[in-house]
């Protein structure tokens, strides 16, 4: 299943020009707001038509201004998850869900409605009006009455960009769930770091329209210099582990990652679960010998192999713990003081306590990436 | 009170004739007016100022220049009435028919504002969402955009029905004054000023007139508060 985009358009003194292929499970489409990602987004629904270019999804091509050729949004089967939910306001949940089904011939509904519920967990709401559902329950239903019309293709655009941070938690598993259990591959548009680093395969950058970098998450979100300023702080390496075992006595879960054991909060997910963590930059400490008498727990073993300087004091260093790239964000006099260069052996210094539900999630089972 | 409930034959004619007339007005004119309220919501084309202004002339030219007009195209010697006359059989000139057409003519400016007004507050990201769902432009109309318009689309009747009850000079105009055939409420209502003793048969049909178009009003408040609640639009 690939994604196909090559699009120009422009609106007013917006213009956008952007081009990327994705066969991931979740690509993301990441960039500030303004970037034109929920034009594309649109673009690829069919809620505006290009004034140039090529979208193909699975082989169809959906629009191709070359050949005059443009698929209305009702026969892409392409389900979308808008950031403001639209709910139908005079049907009940139950029959919002039912809605896009009815539409989808017999032959090519797979979404089952009891699975859906159970999957979003929304089966007391059956009976319920939109106006009378929380913000959270909406999209829950909102995502559902998607599914239920048996998409080739999930559009995200920015689901919880509206949601406070509980709302956020709440529905972020069930997106996760969605990701691993349905087959339907989705794409996801975020401006948030923590959002794509726990859910997306792939990313897609976008910035003014453009298409900065592309590729699998791991290798996008070490780039900090691909991502806005303000949040430059959020972003670092990106690991995928499994759970080891848990440590009731001191309420621990112990990870294992190529980069090492890694230790943190205690986690409810059973040993062998797929776990992805994200550690920031700025949570990372880099020390020229194993440190002894210090309180944080992880201490990975590394190799420096990139070093950039970032704005004002700040130095990017990255870390490679064999073949995991961890980064840190140190100050230049730091770096003079130990005395940092390229390929020298460190140690990257990590709090166990740096791990919360914002950077550490659902991981994407191991044997099933890259 | 005795009086007042003792209607001869002839009042009973206009009271039931009147009722005829506007809800023939409005249902026939809700499926033009729908469509006109959706043109002029949603249409961007040369000459929409020139169809809103068009449709807006009866509500404020004189009704007995609207009537004249009427009897002009849609008389029997009219290019529409004869028209209609040979080919279908339709005949306007006094008969209940050409009252009910003049009742409609008057209340669609009405009504039409009525539905293009809630035309324009549905939000059309719902739409946009339905098609992404899979249903094509006609399905979306008729199972989102009809729906949220339903309380606009009652108001706009029911102005509709009130204003033709209420229709005189079109009305006496276009068919004239003719008991049992085109004598609606007003029309007997102003027979009755016109004779000596008839005081007490206007004073009847008037407080029938007030009954029943407060009933009407009423009518609409407990349908368009049904509709609302069963939507969750507080």
Same mark, same amino acid.
């Given at each position: 299943?690939?994604?196909?985009?090559?699009?120009?358009?422009?609106?007013?003194?917006?213009?956008?020009?952007?081009?990327?292929?994705?066969?991931?499970?979740?690509?993301?489409?990441?960039?500030?707001?303004?970037?034109?990602?929920?034009?594309?987004?649109?673009?690829?629904?069919?809620?505006?038509?290009?004034?140039?270019?090529?979208?193909?999804?699975?082989?169809?091509?959906?629009?191709?201004?070359?050949?005059?050729?443009?698929?209305?949004?009702?026969?892409?089967?392409?389900?979308?998850?808008?950031?403001?939910?639209?709910?139908?306001?005079?049907?009940?949940?139950?029959?919002?869900?039912?809605?896009?089904?009815?539409?989808?011939?017999?032959?090519?509904?797979?979404?089952?409605?009891?699975?859906?519920?159970?999957?979003? $967990?929304?089966?007391?709401?059956?009976?319920?009006?939109?106006?009378?559902?929380?913000?959270?329950?909406?999209?829950?239903?909102?995502?559902?009455?998607?599914?239920?019309?048996?998409?080739?293709?999930?559009?995200?655009?920015?689901?919880?960009?509206?949601?406070?941070?509980?709302?956020?938690?709440?529905?972020?598993?069930?997106?996760?769930?969605?990701?691993?259990?349905?087959?339907?591959?989705?794409?996801?548009?975020?401006?948030?770091?923590?959002?794509?680093?726990?859910?997306?395969?792939?990313?897609?950058?976008?910035?003014?329209?453009?298409?900065?970098?592309?590729?699998?998450?791991?290798?996008?979100?070490?780039?900090?210099?691909?991502?806005?300023?303000?949040?430059?702080?959020?972003?670092?390496?990106?690991?995928?582990?499994?759970?080891?075992?848990?440590?009731?006595?001191?309420?621990?879960?112990?990870?294992?990652?190529?980069?090492?054991?890694?230790?943190?909060?205690?986690?409810?997910?059973?040993?062998?679960?797929?776990?992805?963590?994200?550690?920031?930059?700025?949570?990372?400490?880099?020390?020229?010998?194993?440190?002894?008498?210090?309180?944080?727990?992880?201490?990975?073993? $590394?190799?420096?192999?990139?070093?950039?300087?970032?704005?004002?004091?700040?130095?990017?260093?990255?870390?490679?713990?064999?073949?995991?790239?961890?980064?840190?964000?140190?100050?230049?006099?730091?770096?003079?003081?130990?005395?940092?260069?390229l390929g020298r052996k460190v140690f990257a210094v990590v709090k166990t306590v740096s791990f919360d539900s914002a950077n550490t999630g659902v991981g994407l089972p191991i044997e099933a990436d890259g | 009170m005795n009086w007042l409930l003792d209607l001869t034959p002839d009042e009973w004619n206009a009271v039931r004739l009147s009722i005829k007339v506007a809800t023939v007005a409005m249902i026939v004119s809700l499926p033009p007016g729908i469509l006109i309220a959706l043109v002029l919501a949603r249409g961007q084309f040369w000459g929409k100022t020139l169809l809103n202004g068009l449709v807006h002339l009866p509500l404020i030219l004189p009704p007995v220049v609207t009537g004249y007009l009427l009897l002009l195209t849609f008389g029997r010697r009219g290019p529409a009435g004869a028209f209609l006359a040979e080919q279908f059989g339709i005949v306007f000139s006094f008969r209940w028919t050409g009252a009910a057409l003049a009742c409609g003519v008057m209340g669609f400016p009405l009504m039409v504002r009525a539905i293009r007004l809630s035309i324009e507050a549905v939000d059309r990201k719902m739409e946009a969402a339905a098609g992404t769902l899979g249903a094509n432009p006609l399905w979306v109309f008729g199972t989102i955009t009809l729906p949220l318009i339903l309380p606009g689309l009652i108001a706009g009747a029911i102005l509709s029905f009130a204003k033709a009850m209420g229709e005189f000079g079109a009305t006496i105009t276009f068919v004239s004054n003719i008991p049992n055939e085109t004598q609606t409420l007003p029309s007997a209502i102003y027979t009755f000023t016109q004779v000596p003793g008839g005081d007490a048969g206007a004073l009847r049909l008037t407080l029938i007139s007030i009954v029943v178009s407060m009933a009407a009003l009423v009518a609409s408040e407990v349908l368009a508060r049904h509709v609302g609640r069963r939507m969750d639009i507080e």
């Open positions: 299943m690939t994604v196909f985009v090559d699009i120009g358009h422009r609106l007013g003194d917006f213009g956008i020009d952007a081009r990327f292929e994705s066969a991931g499970r979740l690509t993301a489409l990441f960039g500030p707001s303004g970037s034109g990602k929920t034009t594309l987004i649109n673009l690829i629904a069919g809620l505006i038509r290009p004034d140039r270019g090529r979208i193909a999804v699975d082989g169809r091509v959906l629009v191709d201004t070359d050949a005059g050729l443009f698929v209305p949004k009702h026969k892409r089967r392409i389900g979308m998850v808008f950031q403001d939910a639209r709910l139908f306001p005079h049907m009940s949940v139950a029959a919002n869900l039912r809605y896009g089904r009815w539409f989808t011939p017999a032959a090519e509904r797979y979404a089952d409605i009891n699975a859906v519920v159970d999957l979003l $967990g929304i089966g007391a709401l059956l009976e319920r009006r939109p106006a009378k559902l929380s913000g959270g329950e909406k999209q829950r239903v909102a995502i559902g009455r998607a599914l239920l019309a048996s998409p080739k293709l999930l559009l995200m655009d920015e689901p919880l960009a509206s949601l406070d941070e509980a709302r956020k938690a709440e529905i972020l598993p069930y997106i996760e769930r969605l990701r691993d259990e349905t087959k339907i591959p989705i794409v996801y548009v975020s401006h948030s770091i923590a959002e794509v680093a726990r859910l997306a395969s792939d990313v897609v950058v976008l910035a003014q329209g453009k298409v900065a970098a592309s590729g699998p998450t791991g290798a996008i979100m070490q780039r900090l210099d691909l991502l806005p300023a303000e949040e430059r702080g959020e972003g670092g390496g990106v690991l995928d582990t499994v759970v080891l075992r848990h440590d009731e006595a001191f309420g621990m879960t112990v990870l294992g990652s190529a980069a090492g054991e890694i230790r943190v909060p205690r986690l409810v997910m059973p040993a062998g679960a797929p776990v992805r963590v994200r550690i920031r930059a700025r949570d990372v400490m880099i020390a020229t010998e194993r440190p002894i008498g210090l309180s944080a727990l992880n201490i990975l073993p $590394g190799t420096i192999v990139a070093m950039e300087p970032g704005e004002g004091a700040v130095v990017e260093v990255g870390i490679d713990c064999n073949g995991a790239t961890v980064l840190a964000r140190i100050t230049g006099q730091s770096r003079q003081a130990l005395k940092l260069r | -």
